[in-house]
C-alpha cells in the first residue's frame, strides 16, 4: 500500500513538471495581441559604445531634455529648450518608438505576408515583411529613400522572430538621451515569446558611421493584456477611447505651454 501511494504521488509531481501544464499553451510564432512594455532600459542601453570622430560631432549638435549619458550631449531642463526633433511634433522614428515608455502600448497584427505593429504613441503602424523578401540594399534602398521608420523584413530563426530595419533616417535620435544615428544605421531586433504572457526584444544598432561597435541593447519585456485592460467605454484596442495621443503643431505642440 505504501509503494502505491509513493508512485501517486511521484506521477502527481511528474505531471506539474510537464512544461506548459502550469501554463496555458501557446504558439511561440504567434506574436498576436496587445502588448504593454513592463521591462528594460528607457534607453538603447546605459552603455553605448564610443563615437567615431563623425559621430562625436553628430552627438554635441543634441540637446536633450532632462538628462544625458554622454558628456558630449548637452541637457537642458526645460523640454521646450531641447532641440529632440519628437518634441517638436517631428515622428518619433525607430528605434526610438521600441524603446521608449512614455506611451508604452504596442499590438502585433499578423498578416499572411506580414507583421503590423500598432504604436499607441503616434498612432503609428509599422510594417514587418515576412513574405522572403531581401533586406534593401544598394541602388534599391537608395531608391526608396530614408524614412522615419525604415524598411523592416522578419525571418524566424527557430522560435525567433529576427527583424533587420534598414533606410533610417538620420533626424530621428535613437533614443530620449540625445544618441545619433545616420543614414546608414542598422537596426537588428530579436523577439521571443518566452510564455504565454511575455514577450522577450534585443536590438542590435550597428552604424560605422557613427559608432565603433555594434551598440547591443538589454532586454526589454513586454506583457500580454487581456481585453479588459485595453476597453475603454466598450471600444477596444490602443487606437480607441484612450485619445489619439498624435501630436498635431493644431494642438500646441507636444511640450504644453502650461510647463513654461
Avoid at 523584413?153 to 527583424?163: A, C, E, P, S
Avoid at 522577450?200 to 565603433?212: F, G, I, N, R, S
Wanted: glycine share 10%.
Amino acid at each position: 500500500m505504501r509503494n502505491r501511494s509513493a508512485g501517486l504521488i511521484l506521477i502527481f509531481l511528474s505531471l506539474f513538471s510537464v512544461p506548459g501544464f502550469a501554463q496555458a499553451k501557446f504558439d511561440p510564432h504567434d506574436l498576436s495581441g496587445i502588448w504593454l512594455r513592463q521591462g528594460g532600459d528607457v534607453g538603447l542601453s546605459t552603455m553605448p559604445p564610443a563615437f567615431t570622430p563623425a559621430g562625436m560631432e553628430a552627438a554635441k549638435k543634441n540637446t536633450a531634455a532632462g538628462a544625458s549619458r554622454s558628456p558630449y550631449i548637452k541637457t537642458v531642463a526645460k523640454p521646450e529648450l531641447s532641440n529632440d526633433p519628437a518634441l517638436k511634433c517631428n515622428p518619433i522614428g525607430f528605434p526610438r518608438i521600441a524603446i521608449g515608455n512614455d506611451h508604452a502600448y504596442q499590438e502585433m497584427v499578423t498578416l499572411p505576408n506580414r507583421i503590423l505593429q500598432l504604436w499607441q504613441e503616434e498612432r503609428r503602424p509599422r510594417e514587418i515583411w515576412t513574405d522572403g523578401r531581401p533586406v534593401p540594399a544598394g541602388e534599391n534602398l537608395d531608391n526608396l529613400g530614408p524614412a522615419w521608420y525604415g524598411q523592416s523584413v522578419g525571418r524566424w530563426q527557430g522560435d525567433t522572430l529576427v527583424v533587420t530595419t534598414v533606410g533610417l533616417d538620420e533626424r530621428a535620435w535613437v533614443d530620449p538621451f540625445g544618441f545619433p544615428k545616420s543614414n546608414d544605421a542598422r537596426v537588428e531586433e530579436r523577439y521571443k515569446r518566452v510564455n504565454a504572457d511575455t514577450l522577450e526584444v534585443q536590438m542590435t544598432l550597428t552604424d560605422p558611421a557613427y559608432y565603433k561597435a555594434p551598440w547591443v541593447s538589454d532586454k526589454k519585456l513586454w506583457k500580454k493584456q487581456p481585453p479588459d485592460k485595453t476597453t475603454w467605454f466598450g471600444w477596444q484596442g490602443l487606437f480607441s477611447g484612450a485619445g489619439e495621443l498624435i501630436c498635431a503643431p493644431m494642438n500646441g505642440g507636444r511640450v504644453s505651454k502650461k510647463s513654461e
